[in-house]
């Protein structure tokens, strides 16, 4: 499914930059080509399969990304999505053994800077909830379950890159509200525009 929706993007959409290192790689492309809404949006993959912005910014072992939503109002090229913002390559301190536990779960929360020894390369760390987690959450455009909390993603327009982001906690999906809203995974604030690309419970920007 996630390769099929690559196909279809890059169909629709031009291809402007690439930055490509290991199996993490981002392109940035051209949407709402020849309107007043045409911007560039940057997509991230890992292994050709395409990276939801389920959190804000990872440290991957290639470099940070952070994905940076519209900014009103969108024209003049305006530049969203994933963002090579550091290709400096972090050392962490080992510490303690990564569990059956952790492995079984695809996550573990640590503090700054430490990494469990057996921490699969493939894992990212997320500086702003200071937790390790599988890329395959990424990929599968939601966030594990972390005290009863669940974010993800949802495509409403795929050929210009336009998401949803939906908060659901104990089972249950919370409607939009008129103030932030603190989770496990950052804070939140509402979206509720029916804007063309991004639009729902969105990260708070730091």
């Not at 400096?88 to 700054?112: F, H, P």
């Not at 890159?161 to 604030?189: A, H, M, V």
Request: glycine share 8%; charged share 25%.
């Amino acid at each position: 499914m996630n390769k099929m929706f690559l196909i279809i993007f890059c169909y629709f959409s031009i291809s402007l930059e690439i930055y490509s290192a290991s199996a993490w790689e981002r392109k940035d492309f051209i949407v709402y080509k020849g309107t007043r809404s045409e911007g560039v949006v940057g997509i991230l993959t890992f292994n050709k399969v395409i990276v939801y912005p389920v959190v804000c910014k990872i440290e991957t072992e290639e470099g940070t990304f952070e994905y940076l939503y519209y900014k009103l109002p969108f024209v003049g090229k305006g530049i969203r999505g994933w963002q090579l913002i550091n290709t400096v390559k972090r050392k962490y301190i080992i510490s303690g053994k990564i569990s059956k536990e952790d492995l079984a779960n695809g996550w573990y929360r640590a503090d700054d800077g430490v990494q469990k020894e057996g921490t699969p390369k493939d894992w990212v760390w997320l500086p702003t909830i200071k937790i390790w987690m599988s890329h395959n959450y990424l990929c599968m455009k939601k966030m594990p379950s972390i005290d009863g909390w669940i974010y993800q993603i949802e495509v409403v327009d795929a050929t210009n890159w336009c998401i949803k982001g939906r908060l659901f906690k104990d089972g249950y999906e919370l409607s939009l509200q008129d103030t932030n809203l603190e989770t496990p995974f950052g804070i939140f604030r509402p979206e509720k525009k029916c804007s063309r690309t991004e639009n729902g419970w969105l990260y708070m920007m730091k």
